[in-house]
């Protein structure tokens, strides 16, 4: 019979080769020096073993992460999301208000949840981990831990209390103490099992578009841009629910100097890591500076945080928003403070351009198409903001009132995007590149 301990002591001397192969690990641009545990839970000593394990990773110069993992002696790799037995316990666990070997798990107030469902985890998924239980509940396990409350957890609950109706209603969690604070390991949510995520629904209008070659986008049967619209109006509906839920403030001159200097300090970090993004800096830089001109009122509040294509699902009843957890490069602090809702806009616009450009990934240059990614991104565009602008709470406004703040943080975006892109898939590092240059109007990068 395994030991859980030895079993720790060896997953944690193999994971600094292992954990840089793993899709939802952050780190992939840099070596791993040393994995540190920093606590141990054992969920069930008898085989097959579970066990829950955090460690806290180093990587040069000095950054240090914590994440978690489930391990097991019943695979090869350890994995224990991939085990449907031992992941069924964690539901279980969840239902039973269960507290173990320092982790505390908890359904929400007024839910009963069924027991005894195996759960299978979804491959598709990058920066977490995230288990389907039939076709009831999927649970996300939080691979890079946030030191305290995830802000995905306390996001959604905040807008079930107001009953929005574009979020799946948040059912239970894992919670346990690191670095002395509560911290939330987990989240269970209802499960919509028909659902279809934007970026799939967007991409196939792509490809449609790409196929004809006469046509516009505005005559291809799978076009857009209804539901880029509907789209808009869902999103904005959220921020009105947010700022219902947990307030707002008059954003003024010194929130926008702090924001320009944050955005000014993240192109300079990048621009150290990536070459490519030189000779866009001085025009970044005067469109950073221009956001300072922002005669009309703004406010900020809380938001998604990383909002685009693929954090959106279209179900039968609407648009639903998922991971309020924000960028998972960006600090803590900077993910919970109140921020302009015009991030999120700008999040969106940014993922219209993804989706529009990346069947040119990697392809030889053809004008043609590059012309119909093009005039496909502006028409979704256009209809997003529209309906954004439709569904506004009198606070926001008509994002496009807002033009140079709006193209800062789009142009921001971009540049978070040159770095993800450099780190993690650097053929599609053209995609962002190309956009700065078409907004900065500093020339074309080749696709």
């Given at each position: 019979?395994?030991?859980?301990?030895?079993?720790?002591d060896?997953?944690v001397?193999?994971l600094?080769?292992?954990l840089?192969?793993q899709?939802?690990f952050?780190?992939?641009?840099?070596?791993?020096t040393?994995v540190?545990?920093?606590?141990?839970?054992?969920?069930?000593a008898?085989?097959?073993?579970?066990v829950?394990?955090v460690?806290?990773?180093?990587?040069?110069?000095d950054?240090?992460?914590?994440?978690?993992?489930?391990i097991?002696?019943?695979?090869?790799?350890?994995?224990a999301?991939?085990?449907?037995?031992?992941?069924g316990a964690l539901?279980d666990?969840?239902?039973d208000?269960a507290?173990?070997?320092?982790l505390?798990f908890?359904?929400?107030?007024?839910?009963?949840?069924?027991?005894?469902l195996?759960?299978?985890?979804?491959?598709?998924?990058q920066?977490?981990?995230?288990i389907?239980?039939?076709s009831?509940?999927?649970?996300?396990?939080?691979?890079?831990?946030?030191?305290?409350?995830?802000?995905?957890l306390?996001?959604?609950?905040?807008?079930h209390?107001v009953?929005?109706?574009?979020?799946?209603?948040?059912?239970?969690?894992?919670?346990?103490r690191?670095?002395?604070?509560?911290?939330t390991?987990g989240?269970?949510?209802?499960?919509?099992?028909?659902?279809v995520d934007g970026?799939?629904?967007?991409?196939t209008s792509?490809?449609?578009?790409?196929a004809?070659?006469?046509?516009?986008?505005?005559?291809?049967?799978?076009?857009f841009a209804g539901?880029?619209?509907?789209?808009?109006?869902?999103?904005?509906s959220?921020?009105?629910d947010l700022e219902?839920?947990l307030?707002?403030?008059?954003?003024?001159?010194?929130?926008i100097d702090?924001?320009?200097?944050?955005m000014?300090?993240?192109?300079d970090?990048?621009v150290a890591?990536v070459?490519e993004?030189?000779?866009?800096?001085p025009?970044?830089?005067?469109?950073?500076?221009?956001a300072?001109d922002?005669?009309?009122?703004?406010?900020?509040q809380?938001?998604?945080?990383?909002l685009?294509?693929?954090?959106?699902?279209?179900?039968?009843?609407?648009?639903?928003?998922?991971?309020f957890?924000?960028?998972?490069g960006?600090?803590i602090a900077q993910?919970?403070e109140?921020?302009?809702?015009?991030?999120d806009?700008a999040?969106?616009l940014?993922?219209?351009?993804?989706a529009?450009?990346?069947?040119l990934v990697?392809?030889?240059?053809?004008?043609?198409?590059?012309?119909?990614?093009?005039?496909?991104?502006?028409?979704?565009?256009?209809?997003?903001?529209?309906g954004y602008?439709?569904?506004a709470?009198?606070?926001?406004?008509?994002?496009?009132?807002?033009?140079?703040?709006?193209?800062?943080f789009?142009?921001d975006?971009?540049?978070?995007?040159?770095?993800?892109?450099?780190?993690n898939?650097?053929e599609?590092?053209?995609?962002?590149?190309?956009s700065?240059?078409?907004?900065?109007g500093?020339?074309?990068?080749?696709s």
């Open positions: 019979m395994t030991d859980p301990h030895d079993l720790v060896k997953v001397a193999e600094p080769e292992w840089p192969a899709r939802w952050g780190g992939k641009d840099r070596p791993v040393s540190r545990p920093l606590r141990t839970s054992v969920l069930r008898e085989e097959p073993v579970l829950h394990l460690v806290e990773v180093e990587q040069p110069p950054r240090r992460e914590p994440y978690q993992l489930l097991t002696d019943h695979v090869e790799n350890y994995d999301t991939t085990v449907p037995e031992l992941t539901l666990l969840i239902a208000d507290e173990a070997e320092g505390v908890a359904h929400e107030p007024d839910v009963e949840l069924q027991t005894g195996r759960g299978r985890p979804i491959t598709s998924e920066s977490n981990t995230s389907v239980f039939g009831q509940y999927i649970l996300k396990l939080f691979r890079k831990l946030t030191y305290g409350e995830n802000p995905d306390v996001l959604h609950r905040a807008l209390r009953g929005c109706e574009h979020i799946a209603q948040p059912l239970g969690s894992i919670t346990g690191l670095d002395g604070q509560i911290t390991i989240m269970l949510q209802q499960f919509m099992p028909d659902a970026w799939a629904m967007a991409t792509v490809r449609d578009l790409m004809e070659a006469d046509l516009h986008a505005d005559e291809v049967g799978g076009d539901e880029a619209h509907r789209l808009g109006q869902a999103v904005a959220v921020h009105a219902r839920a307030g707002n403030r008059p954003a003024d001159a010194e929130d702090r924001t320009v200097r944050a000014v300090s993240r192109l970090e990048v890591d070459p993004l030189r000779p866009y800096v025009a970044l830089r005067e469109a950073f500076e221009q300072r922002t005669p009309e009122a703004i406010v900020a809380h938001i998604h945080g990383d685009h294509l693929g954090q959106v699902l279209r179900t039968v009843h609407g648009w639903l928003l998922i991971d957890e924000g960028e998972p960006s600090p993910r919970t109140l921020r302009s809702p015009l991030r806009v999040g969106m940014r993922s219209f351009d993804y529009a450009h990346q069947l990697g392809q030889p240059e053809d004008h043609q198409l590059a012309v119909r990614a093009l005039e496909w991104s502006r028409r979704n565009r256009a209809a997003f903001t529209e602008a439709e569904a709470a009198e606070s926001v406004g008509d994002p496009r009132e807002h033009g140079h703040l709006l193209r800062a789009e142009l975006k971009a540049v978070y995007e040159v770095a993800y892109e450099h780190a898939r650097p599609w590092l053209t995609v962002p590149l190309s700065i240059a078409r907004i900065t500093e020339g074309a990068v080749q």
